[in-house]
Nanobody, 119 residues
């Protein structure tokens, strides 16, 4: 099994930056890809970015590719989402998820961390 814990959320002002973290534990060797998603009230879950374990190739949603950066630290089993120039529209619960080897999609999810951006 794999467990995920997100952190780094909070209340910030428009234009500020935040770095979210996602720390994995358990059978981390089975993790193929880690992704970040968000869900705002009344909206569907939105894909933001993903990074493969080996090699660390990345993919971004067009809506955030100029402001968000995903990275990983394999020694800490952590994946980060650096978010710059935040906007009120970025307010949401942010989730990390992993796709394990053999899984067809992201199959383990964290509980999420709230990000609120005030104008």
């Amino acid at each position: 099994q794999v467990q995920l814990v997100e952190g780094g959320g909070g209340l910030v002002q428009a234009g500020d930056s935040l770095r979210l973290s996602c720390v994995a534990s358990g059978r981390t060797v089975t993790i193929q890809t880690t992704g970040w998603f968000r869900q705002a009230p009344g909206k569907e879950r939105e894909f933001l970015a993903r990074i493969r374990s080996h090699p660390s190739s990345t993919v971004y949603a067009d809506s955030v590719k100029d402001r968000f950066t995903i990275s990983r630290d394999n020694r800490k089993n952590a994946v980060y989402l650096q978010m710059n120039n935040l906007e009120p529209e970025d307010t949401a619960v942010y989730y990390c998820a992993v796709q394990r080897v053999g899984a067809a999609e992201f199959d383990v999810w964290g509980r999420g961390t709230q990000v609120t951006v005030s104008s």
